[in-house]
């Protein structure tokens, strides 16, 4: 935000860039103040600001594999003292992080390349009453009874049946399921 104020500010101004983006003009003349006097940072800024570098070269001696925890224990170990929930932060502000093993990040990107499901409503969902698109499929599955329960999902009659036991089955339904 204040790189983006510091760039246009010369073409609107200030504060009406300030109303428009929601932030105070006061807070962008601190960010500016402390650029030129590094001195009025916050002690916390100031700390940031000397760790970064040497956690950037305690990670790179470590053939940057280190995790937040690894790298925690790396820096108590060459005297820092800093909490692991500062070098998580810092590392986020950096950009680093550790390996990760096993299963990969998951994302909710969709591979278009691939077939999607078929749609049972047709995707028209807007009904004309309650209850009248079924998320449910116009089939019947059958599976084979497994001990004394029989699993069984049927339409019948626009009821969805599943998990009933085999001897609550009338004789139509377990004649309709072949068994």
Known sequence: MIAFIKAHRDICGVEPICRVVQIAPSTFYAHLAIERDPDLASGRAKRDAELR??????????LPVYSARKLWHA???????IARCTVERLMRDIGIQGVRRGKKIKTTWPDKALP????HVNRQFRATMPNQLWGC?????WFK????????CLDLAG???CGIRYRYLCQQDRWLAGI
């Open 159 to 161: 009821f969805c049946l």
């Open 145 to 152: 009874p497994s001990g004394r329960r029989f699993y069984l």
């Open 116 to 119: 999607s499901p078929l749609d």
């Open 53 to 62: 570098p040497e956690m950037k070269r305690v990670w790179e001696d470590n």
């Open 75 to 81: 820096m108590k170990r060459e005297k820092f003292d």
């Open 137 to 141: 499929p116009r089939r019947r599955h």
